[in-house]
């Protein structure tokens, strides 16, 4: 009834959204990780949802409802939101949404597997970082004709120029750039500012307006290419 009422423009699509936090775990009682709630990408996949599209949530640690017939792939760490999203994509996706905060470094587990005390810490912290693997370059990498990439990208500054070097380098075909680091956008935050930057040299600027009705028009800007 709720899809009665709205256009079904994304009818026969296959969509992804990666959305949420991740948690690395550097030892048996703690984690690294950020204040993603996931309501952009939850925002997008029911939007996507109630336009027509078959969805595949792959979610880091953080409840949204969905529709019965979203498949919901719930994931911890970035290495294994970078399996669940690549099982997705190369199966045969239409259209790929990174919107999760994924670290981009992990901490090296305490090697017995137990808690890190803190007489281990030497020169100030006992935890050493490597860096994780990049989820949307793969999937730009992997990229098939007719599949289309939707990237986030998180700037605190020089926004369009971060933003266009993700859009090239993770061969995208739309990159959301946010401002990060205010009150009113980004993380944590129901409204959301934005930048819309296609590979197709189309540009739209989007002011406070909230995240679900960003999502909405995310995904007119996506139909239109
Ligand atoms: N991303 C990803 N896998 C990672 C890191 C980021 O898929 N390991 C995705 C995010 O979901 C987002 C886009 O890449 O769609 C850009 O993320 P962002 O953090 O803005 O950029 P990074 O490339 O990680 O660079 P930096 O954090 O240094 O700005
Ligand atoms: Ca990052």
Known sequence: ILKALTPQDLAGKRVLVGLGPTREYFDAARFWSNPSTGRMGASLALAAWLRGAAVTVVTGPVSWWYPEDVAVVPVTSAAQMYEACLEA???GCDIGVMAAAVADFSPIPHPGGGKFKKNEAKDGSPVVFTA???ILAAMGAKKTPG????????ETDNLLENARGKL?????????ANPIGRADAGFASPGNEALALAADGRQESW?????????WKIWDFTIRS
């Open 89 to 91: 994509w190369t199966g």
């Open 132 to 134: 994780t693997r990049d």
């Open 147 to 154: 599949q289309y990439l939707v990237g986030f990208s998180a």
């Open 168 to 176: 090239v380098r993770k061969r995208c075909d739309l990159m959301i």
């Open 207 to 215: 002011g406070n307006i909230p995240k679900t009705e960003m999502a």
